[in-house]
């Protein structure tokens, strides 16, 4: 994945801005028609602080979201939403930065996301090729060329909290290949329910890890048009 730093946030002294990922062109496929959902009844404050509190991660406990910063219709919730596709699908809409994992039953758990800014955004389906935890994070030619700085991590970032894949990734693949959009841990609560990336998408530390958890290798994934 190439991530693009030109949005960085003066609030971090590392060079990597975790909002703004930059990953060329991809291959669209043709839209799929599915319908849409209606929310239950989601979670109060009291809740929504412990779903997001902090985790004791095997290699770097991951820090609590500040969860006043997101919208609520962006915590994690289960929703009604019909569709033909099979349990466990993700599916990911990013007109509305939300984020589907088919439960079956006419059930899926609904994830606020951020997503590709104008210009940037693909849609047509995928699979999930690999999952990493911690990954290791390497900018391509391209944005060393853009970016002379970034030239430091020629050879790689370290995996941990200031790497802009985050806790978890799911890299995603068409045909065999790997596509360069994930779909990534992000720390930025405020990044949230916008389009700031370059066609990755992100999701709160913890709703990642939940939707990671569940994922296997090989999991169908759509991206809806926007």
């Known amino acids: 994945m190439i ?9 971090r002294s590392g060079l990597v801005d975790r909002r703004s990922f930059l990953v060329g062109s991809a291959v669209s496929v043709g839209a ?10 989601g979670m109060s404050l ?15 406990a991951i820090p609590a979201a500040d969860v006043t910063k997101v919208d609520r219709k962006y915590w994690r919730r ?17 007109a509305n930065y939300y984020v589907y994992r088919i439960e079956g039953g006419g059930n899926a758990t609904r994830y606020g996301a951020n997503v590709g800014r104008d210009g940037f955004r693909w849609n047509g389906d995928a699979y999930v090729g690999r999952k990493s935890e911690w990954a290791t994070w390497t900018p391509p030619a391209e944005m060393i060329k853009r970016q002379p700085e970034a ?27 790997y596509t360069l959009y994930t779909i990534y841990a992000s720390s930025d609560e405020e990044s949230i ?11 709160l530390s913890q709703d990642m890890i939940d939707l990671y958890d569940q994922t296997p290798v090989k999991t169908k994934v759509v991206v809806l048009p926007a």
Do not use: W
């Open 193 to 203: 329910g916008s389009g700031i990336t370059s066609g990755c998408v992100g999701l």
């Open 3 to 11: 991530i693009d730093g030109r949005n960085a946030d003066a609030r």
């Open 46 to 60: 009291a809740e929504a602080q412990q779903v997001y509190g902090p985790v004791p991660d095997k290699k770097f």
């Open 151 to 177: 030239a430091k991590y020629a050879r790689g970032m370290p995996g941990g909290l200031d790497n802009p894949l985050g806790a978890r990734t799911l890299h995603l693949y068409q045909n065999g290949r």
């Open 32 to 41: 799929l028609g599915l319908a849409g959902c209606a929310a239950t009844d």
């Open 78 to 94: 289960t929703v009604r939403y019909e569709t033909k596709e099979e349990p466990g699908t993700i599916i990911v809409d990013p």
